[in-house]
């Protein structure tokens, strides 16, 4: 009864860090996305992303070096859909989300290539150092691509719909990169407790060590995402929505599986081919979903929705 007691105490704990987390990183984000003079997508697609991967990161790493694969990599897999069937499902719910033409020309068919990537690497269940630093050395080549993308940006692609621009917003640039280190610190906090708890109660439950890292772990690790899509959402910055998930999934691939590989070679301890078809296929999935029109209607959200519902239906032992 104590553990059961501890473990909820933290899991409560972590979702009230990352509600107050998320608001301030999009806040944060936002306001410098004007003052740098990027566009909110690119924001999204690198220090947003980034921020927000921290905590798969530290969690697959501490995995890794404890020799649960598992976790570690269920971790990532289960976050990229959660990010796309779930986050993004909601997102277009709230708020159908206008799709910027630079995330349909490069970055999802970019996701859909990074997602095959892996499943090849792992087709012997294994990733070793020299295939997390590739996946690194890919993620460098990545974020200089979106450097390059910035230098060619159009006035249009700077705007942010939605929102009242300030007249001058430098005058609060020193609060603003605040509270951007605010979210990103109080995020990474608030995982770390959200997870240590579920993890806990997931093995009270005698969970195995996959399914806690596809489903108890990343929910836990994915729901900054969640809160910052979801706040963004609503605040009608689509860009910042959509460019986070897809920009989240690139670096789950690339850089968490890359960093933790490179420390620590980890196996695939109970993954199946099937999780890794899931993901694959959600991100084949989105690139005709965004094609349409350029937005991600609620019809196309619930249908995400139902595949994520269907998934986790699956997963759970009989």
Sequence with gaps: MPELIMSTVFIVGGLILLFFGADWLVKGAVTLALLLGLSPLIVGLTVVALGTSLPEALVSVQAALGNQGGIALGNVIGSNILNIALILGLSALIQPLKVDSHLVKADVPLLAGASFLLLVLLEDLHISRM????LLLCIFGYVAGNIMTVKRTSPEEDQIE????????GKHLMRDIGLLILGLVTLAFGSEFLVSGAVDLARLWGLSEALI???IVS?????????????????????????????????NIMFVVGIAGLIAPMDANGIKSSDLYVMLGLA????PTVWTGHVLDRKEGFLFLAIYVCYIYYLLPV
């Design 131 to 134: 295939e997390g630093a590739f």
């Design 162 to 169: 939605g929102m009242e621009i300030p007249e001058d917003p």
């Design 213 to 215: 890292g596809l489903t």
């Design 219 to 251: 929910i836990g690790t994915g729901t900054p995402e969640l809160a910052t899509a979801l706040m963004a959402a609503y605040r009608k910055t689509a860009d910042i929505a959509i460019g986070n998930a897809v920009g989240s999934n690139l670096f």
């Design 284 to 287: 084949i999935l989105l690139l």
